[in-house]
Nanobody
């Protein structure tokens, strides 16, 4: 059973950077499409970036283009979200996701707060 654990969230000033990590256990990530989502208070969860099992990157949120990057390290069974030039509107709980055609798995989330 795949399990995902995020880390790296915290409080950062506007314009700063954070790198979120998502460590997988129970299975290797190289056969999954992976992605990052976020949910701000009072809003629905939104997709940000995903990476196919062939490592094709897709950006779902226009607001993060040019600022956020998704990557994976198969040797460490970890996926990352590098976030630069953070803005207060990036404040949210960030979740990693791994998916196969018939189901998906979620981490527990990590809080990112950007102060102005």
């Amino acid at each position: 059973q795949l399990q995902l654990v995020e880390s790296g969230g915290g409080l950062v000033q506007s314009g700063g950077s954070l790198r979120l990590s998502c460590v997988a256990s129970g299975s290797t990530l190289d056969h999954y499409a992976i992605g990052w989502f976020r949910q701000a208070p009072g809003k629905e969860r939104e997709g940000i970036l995903c990476l196919s099992d062939g490592d094709t990157s897709t950006t779902y949120a226009d607001s993060v283009k040019g600022r956020f990057t998704i990557s994976r390290d198969n040797a460490k069974n970890t996926l990352y979200l590098q976030m630069n030039s953070l803005k207060p509107q990036d404040t949210a709980v960030y979740y990693c996701n791994a998916a196969q055609p018939d189901r998906s798995w979620w981490g527990q989330g990590t809080q990112v707060t950007v102060s102005s």
